[in-house]
């Protein structure tokens, strides 16, 4: 079969086309011939060698969907033919999350989904329902987990709630998605004016563009009456969380979600402890947690975001695609002829 190595050294030159031997299922494990997978935030700081130092070479991406075509002894949960997605965190299959259940993840430090075929836990696979295609389910693993248990496994999002959500890309597109289903009022932030709309189309029912309001967590207030949201999705981290904290109500909750800045945050102590927010980490989770994701999506008909659809073999292109940070949504590559 073929796949995707990272190879030593950083950037995408370092993603090279190899043949390797396919998988053979052992006990309570499955095959999937992947059919779609997507990119994280986190692809790109592993090829860039920026995140957690895996071991070299190794089969990168995080989130993918396909058709299992082979199961082991003991696997009943699933049957060839199936579609499936896979869960990011294999470990993780319910419950809160302790070191053992997140100690391996899809994509670093275990092989990802850049493969025609992937062996993985029978248990950290779930159906993907008729009304999905194999594009829309691959962004589900990381993105829409995340964005799912910020937003209903964590803290439960209550109908007539708001929530300021940063950015467009794929946790925020989902949760804008997911937080307007549910009843909220979602405030989203854009880079640029160019993306407003397209927001709109997500969900959002007012939209910011940074170029015009960079002071948003004062638009926030303004939009608020002065109270603030109940909830911020913050997928920047560095030192704008300040805004967030700030465009958060007394008592509510910022979820931190990403560090699109940096990965060292700051922010006024005096601020968050005179409006008692609490600050809540949230990256990816369970696969029971997936399964609910999954079944929100199927019960609204919703469709999960996907920005653009690319060949698998394209995968240096794609990297070049994120990150200009133009996308709404998802980057999808795309298995089969190419």
């Not at 060839?80 to 470990?91: A, F, I, N, Q």
């Not at 004062?218 to 700030?246: C, K, N, Y």
């Not at 709404?328 to 590559?333: E, N």
Request: glycine share 12%.
């Amino acid at each position: 079969m073929r796949a995707i190595h990272l190879i030593d050294g950083h950037g995408p030159e370092a993603l090279t086309l190899v043949e390797l031997p396919a998988p053979v299922p052992g006990p309570g494990e499955v095959v999937v011939r992947m059919r779609a997978a997507s990119l994280n935030n986190r692809d790109l700081l592993l090829i860039d060698g920026i995140y957690a130092p895996f071991r070299r070479p190794f089969i990168p991406l995080s989130d993918g969907a396909g058709e299992v075509v082979a199961t082991g002894a003991g696997v009943a949960r699933v049957a060839p033919g199936d579609r499936v997605v896979l869960s990011y965190v294999t470990g993780w299959v319910a419950g809160g999350p302790t070191d053992e259940r997140v100690a391996r993840r899809l994509g670093g430090p275990d092989d990802g989904v850049l493969a025609e075929l992937v062996r993985a836990r029978a248990d950290a696979v779930v159906r993907v329902p008729a009304g999905l295609s194999d594009e829309e389910a691959a962004t589900l693993p990381i993105a829409g987990v995340t964005a799912y248990r910020a937003l209903f496994v964590d803290e439960r999002l209550a109908p007539g709630q708001s929530v300021a959500v940063q950015g467009t890309g794929g946790v925020a597109a989902f949760a804008i998605l997911l937080a307007k289903q549910a009843g909220a009022r979602v405030i989203a932030t854009t880079r640029t004016r160019e993306k407003v709309g397209r927001a709109r189309d997500l969900g959002a029912d007012e939209v910011i563009a940074l170029d015009e309001h960079p002071a948003w967590d004062q638009r926030v207030l303004e939009l608020t009456g002065g109270r603030g949201a109940d909830r911020v999705i913050d997928v920047a981290g560095g030192r704008g969380l300040d805004r967030s904290i700030a465009a958060c109500r007394t008592g509510g909750t910022v979820h931190l979600v990403g560090f699109l800045d940096t990965r060292e945050a700051s922010f006024d102590l005096t601020l968050a402890m005179r409006r008692v927010v609490t600050l809540r980490a949230a990256s990816a989770g369970s696969c029971e947690d997936l399964e609910g994701l999954v079944r929100a999506l199927a019960s609204g008909n919703l469709r999960p975001p996907v920005d653009q659809v690319m060949p698998w073999t394209e995968v240096r292109a794609a990297v070049a695609r994120m990150r200009e940070r133009r996308h709404v949504g998802k980057i999808v590559l795309r298995f089969g002829a190419d």
